[in-house]
């Protein structure tokens, strides 16, 4: 007969499905250095993501702010896989903390409550925010959603140069803050949310850059 489980034996099974988001709790792991933000990205506002309550995928209604994964996979990079173990465990964040596998009833009362937003970590920081708010207007999920779904009607041109400028503008802004900024480019992610090239599958399509010109194909 299975053991029923009613505490953490540690397996890490919920980390090896991918790192936690982030709430106003956590706030404090950040600016206190305890968790840097080179290791977070940001899934941004409008972006379609899967919603681990609901169980679908879904626009996320704000930032949702998330610890990376290890190369080529969802497990949690804070995650000691020779180990078994969580590398932070008595900083974990808040989910980490509140995720029971035998009673998910915690995890589901403020899974949605309280996200931690770039705003709330970085809005002060001169020149940077304004570069932020700027990468959010002209490279919305809600603008690329209208350009890709415009390609079914009779402007697909009008529809593929909207998608592509935003994807040009993506990547621009990225190498700027790298190069004019003195950046860490492994902190891109977290400020810009993940490059729309990549983010892109999740409205089934891909890009493809030859000759500095995109192509959009269609995923089968
Ligand atoms: S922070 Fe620790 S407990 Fe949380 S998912 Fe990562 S490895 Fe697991």
């Known amino acids: 007969m299975n053991k029923v489980i009613t505490e953490c034996i540690r397996c890490g099974t919920c980390c090896k499905k991918g790192g936690p988001s982030f709430h106003l709790e956590d706030k404090v792991l950040i600016e206190k250095g305890i968790i840097l933000s080179k290791y977070l990205y940001t ?6 993501c899967y919603d681990n309550v609901k169980e679908s995928i879904l626009p996320a209604a704000s930032d949702i702010i998330k610890i990376k994964g290890q190369k080529d996979s969802v497990t949690c990079i804070f995650f000691n896989e020779k180990e078994n173990e969580c590398t932070i465990y008595d900083n974990r964040p808040l989910e980490c903390r509140a995720l029971k596998c035998w009673d998910t009833r915690e995890i589901e009362r403020i899974y949605s409550k309280n996200r931690l937003t770039r705003k709330d970590l ?3 920081i001169e020149g940077l925010w304004d570069l932020v708010e700027d990468h959010q207007r002209r490279c919305s999920y809600e603008t690329l959603k209208f ?8 402007k697909k041109d009008e529809a593929l140069k909207g998608i592509f400028d935003i994807i040009e503008y993506d990547a621009q ?18 400020i810009f949310g993940r490059p729309i090239t990549e983010t892109i599958r999740m409205y089934g399509f891909k890009i493809i850059k030859q000759n500095d010109n995109y192509r959009l194909i269609p995923i089968s």
């Open 147 to 154: 350009f890709i779904d415009a390609l079914n009607k009779d």
């Open 122 to 124: 970085i809005s002060t």
């Open 43 to 48: 899934i941004r506002e409008g972006e379609l």
């Open 173 to 190: 802004i990225r190498e700027l803050v790298v190069q004019k900024g003195d950046l860490d480019p492994e902190m891109t992610d977290f």
